[in-house]
């Protein structure tokens, strides 16, 4: 009986201890992640004061500890990747200052997988050395997809001047998530908004960049060159990027090489693609020339249940 | 000296406080809300003068916020933030009553511009 009751005695104290255990750990982590919160709002506000300085006199930010300078990074990158116009110059003394670079490729160095892709993305807020240009080069063409494409970010905005080139050396095609991400960059003024050189291009990527851009900044005058890609062009997901990017521009799309590209298409991709059409706003009439019988009842459940056939614009 | 009260609604306490640090603390008293509700319940009760929203999707979800935060008879000037670029959801934000509709990245400039011109029409209605 005795030893039952020191069993159950062992077993009560293990619980216990457990649970203490426990809340400590989650105690001290949720201090952690406070602390590390309340030094990225105060660096964001300090950055914040920099870059709106209109007093001219210097001023500097000063991150003492490394863990204060991996705050300084993160609230670098939340102030750069959320506005523009602004003149960086005072932002860069603050980097160099604080050894924020080196800091950065330190980090990039001994991590690996979705880590290290994390630390190349704070990178591409930081003006970059020629050495650590060279090492994101060697980056650029990693296995892991994560890697290569913040390497790519990265290298894009350290030297804007070379985005193109770069872009269309790379082995591999860029996925239309890749794409907004250089989006991203163009928004925030770092790369010029050139598209009828990469709608002419014949490199994969340039191409799909090209696209995404007339199709983000609503650039209705490149319909024309959208309709030669269509008509000239072999590769399947250009052509359909090519369509989808004319029905998000409101276009028409009743032209015979239109329809032919979209005879092609399996049955799946062209049920995707009416669910598109769709939502962009385009009339059961204006359906009607791209689908057949069978495929319309489909596509008018499809804008009916949208409450699209109220406001529809009629292409005819 | 009159001070402004801000409220800004976002779910990402650093984007908040980034707008809050733009548009500077200096003669605001800016308040940060995490959700919704509790946006509409502090307009209410203190009478906000400008209230940032950073994200169109509950404005776009079917419910009237709008009418929440202007219910009391007070107008507070309603600026919306959003990574949306769409032409179609900017013009539903706009209908539904906004006052202004911005994307992000924005321009600290602009913003800052905006929320002070904003302080000067009710000055001047004052």
């Known amino acids: 009986m005795i030893i039952l009751y020191t069993y159950i005695f062992i077993i009560l104290v293990a619980i216990l201890v457990t649970v203490i255990m426990t809340q400590r750990t989650q105690n001290s982590r949720r201090i952690t992640t406070d602390k590390a919160t309340r030094r990225r709002v105060f660096y964001i506000?300090?950055?914040?004061?920099?870059?709106?300085?209109?007093?001219r006199i210097p001023m500097n930010i000063i991150a003492r500890t490394r863990s204060e300078r991996i705050a300084l990074c993160e609230a670098i990158h939340i102030v750069r990747s959320h506005t523009y116009g602004t003149d960086s110059s005072p932002l860069n003394q603050t980097i160099r200052d604080n050894g924020l670079e080196r800091l950065l490729f330190q980090r990039i160095r001994y991590s690996t997988g979705l880590r290290r892709a994390h630390w190349l993305t704070l990178s591409s807020c930081i003006t970059l050395g020629e050495k650590s240009i060279h090492k994101l080069e060697r980056l650029s063409n990693s296995r892991n997809h994560a890697i290569r494409i913040a390497s790519v970010i990265s290298l894009i905005a350290s030297d804007p001047q070379m985005a193109i080139q770069r872009i269309s050396a790379l082995r591999y095609r860029l996925s239309p998530l890749d794409i907004s991400r250089i989006i991203s960059l163009l928004r925030r003024g770092i790369i010029p908004i050139a598209y009828e050189p990469l709608l002419q291009s014949n490199n994969y990527n340039l191409q799909m960049l090209g696209i995404a851009i007339v199709r983000n900044f609503g650039i209705d005058i490149a319909d024309k060159r959208l309709h030669d890609i269509i008509s000239s062009c072999n590769d399947k997901a250009i052509v359909r990027e090519a369509i989808l990017t004319l029905s998000s521009l409101g276009r028409p799309l009743g032209r015979a090489k239109i329809r032919y590209r979209m005879s092609n298409m399996s049955i799946s991709e062209r049920k995707s693609?009416?669910?598109?059409?769709?939502t962009e706003g385009y009339?059961?009439?204006?359906?009607?020339?791209?689908?057949?019988?069978?495929e319309m009842h489909y596509a008018e459940a499809l804008i009916k249940s949208y409450k699209r056939d109220l406001v529809c614009r009629q292409y005819t | 000296m009159h001070r402004r009260k801000i409220i800004i609604y976002s779910q990402h306490l650093l984007s908040a406080e980034l707008v809050a640090a733009i548009i500077g603390y200096a003669n605001e008293d800016i308040i940060q809300c995490s959700s919704i509700e509790q946006t509409e319940e502090l307009c209410r009760k203190i009478d906000a003068d400008l209230v940032i929203i950073l994200t169109s999707s509950p404005l776009l979800g079917g419910r009237n916020i709008i009418r929440q935060l202007?219910?009391?008879g007070h107008r507070p000037e309603i600026y919306v933030i959003s990574w949306r670029h769409s032409e179609q959801a900017v013009l539903s934000l706009l209908e539904c009553g906004i006052d202004q509709y911005m994307t992000f990245p924005i321009c600290m400039g602009r913003l800052k511009a905006k929320a002070t011109l904003s302080n000067n029409n009710l000055t001047r209605e004052s």
């Open chain 1, 273 to 278: 693609f009416c669910r598109y059409l769709a």
């Open chain 1, 45 to 55: 506000r300090q950055v914040v004061n920099l870059l709106q300085d209109e007093s």
């Open chain 1, 283 to 294: 009339s059961v009439q204006a359906l009607r020339t791209l689908f057949s019988e069978k």
């Open chain 2, 70 to 72: 202007r219910g009391s």
